[in-house]
């Protein structure tokens, strides 16, 4: 019988997204796995995150001060004494910043093998297939680990309804290590992405790239995203050019982005790319080059002129 503990993130806003989708994963998998799924909820306070984890069978409320707001050192500490202290088969974290760090820190403390970007998991025999995104998402990964294994999941991969349910979860304290009283580092201000933008918190995107020519013509992007209540995002040459503020760019070396509505404008569909708005809801693509590899993940695409789409769409919107 194996177990799975799932990492769950949060903030000062809640419980992250992520973790209910990792709930849900864990539920199939515990139940292949004939265990019971454990959240671990590590924070300084954890009684008003508790109640949002009904999908487990187990909550762990681990507390105390260094937990909050999150410092890596702290997390990876608390994630490494639940292993130890729980021995779970599988462990579940955040293919996220937060998520990365954490994992590796507690594989590599408790000499558990990390399977990273996973985007699907299932139980095979005892043990557990994994398939990852790797070089960016130009290779899946398939990888099978037959003893306790730590797994980071990308965003998306699992429905988040599944581990939305409205359960009662038995509760139980995990006494923090020691060692969070001895920490090396400590946290000393959180600081907002520039401008106090974050384009990972908006619900709709247009975005931006070389294609647009010049930092010029960026006002047709600007009106178009107006129109539709959206933010404007950017490929890594519009920001390499200066012609946008590094917080805008999407990609690998950007932010991860899972809007309902992402429109690419003059973006070629690099995998640097893709790594980080495949998971958009919506996508919609305007690119003049029907080879464009943004069209594989595009879910509507548009192969004609920026220039002369833009402006004619931004009109419509405005006159609808
Ligand atoms: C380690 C590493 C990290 C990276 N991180 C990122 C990252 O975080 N984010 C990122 O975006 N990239 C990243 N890149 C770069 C990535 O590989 C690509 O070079 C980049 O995404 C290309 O940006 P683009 O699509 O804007 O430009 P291009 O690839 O030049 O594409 C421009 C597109 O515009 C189209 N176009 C041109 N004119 C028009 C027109 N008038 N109307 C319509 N379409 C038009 C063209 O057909 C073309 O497809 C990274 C690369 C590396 C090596």
């Not at 408790?110 to 557990?128: F, H, I, K, N, S």
Request: proline share 6%; aromatic share 4%.
């Amino acid at each position: 019988m194996g177990n799975v503990l799932v990492y769950v993130e949060n903030s000062e806003t809640g419980v992250a997204p992520i973790a209910f989708e990792l709930l849900g994963a864990a539920r199939r998998l515990a139940a292949g796995l004939g265990g019971e799924v454990e959240a671990l909820v590590a924070a300084g306070a954890t009684a008003e995150l508790a109640p949002a984890l009904g999908a487990a069978d187990v909550i762990l409320r681990m507390e105390h001060p260094a937990l909050s707001p999150y410092l890596p050192e702290a997390h990876v500490a608390a994630l490494t004494e639940a292993i130890r202290s729980r021995d779970p088969q599988v462990v579940l974290v955040g293919n996220t910043s937060a998520g990365i760090d954490v994992a590796a820190g507690a594989a590599a403390a408790t000499q558990r093998p990390l399977v990273a970007y996973c985007t699907g998991l299932a139980v095979d025999g005892e043990a557990v297939v994994a398939h990852s995104q790797v070089y960016g998402g130009k290779l899946v990964a398939t990888t099978r680990t037959e003893g306790p294994g730590v797994f980071t999941v990308v965003a998306g991969a699992f429905p988040g309804a599944e581990g939305q349910s409205g359960g009662k979860a038995a509760e139980a304290t995990l006494a923090a290590p020691a060692t969070l009283g001895s920490l090396h580092t400590r946290f000393i201000a959180a600081t907002a992405p520039s401008g106090g933008i974050d384009i990972g918190r908006a619900d709709r995107l247009v975005s931006v790239g070389r294609g647009i020519g010049g930092p010029e013509n960026l006002e047709l992007a600007q009106e178009l995203a107006a129109a539709l209540g959206a933010e404007l995002g950017a490929s890594r040459p519009v920001v390499d050019s200066g012609w946008l503020p590094k917080a805008r760019q999407v990609g690998k070396s950007g932010m991860t982005v899972k809007p309902k509505l992402y429109v690419a404008v003059g973006i070629s569909g690099a995998p640097e790319h893709l790594e980080g708005m495949r998971e958009a809801e919506l996508i919609l693509a305007v690119n003049s080059d029907a080879n464009a590899p943004i069209f594989e993940v595009a879910h509507f695409g548009s192969t004609c002129d920026l220039f002369d789409l833009l402006p004619a769409l931004t009109e419509r919107l405005q006159a609808s």
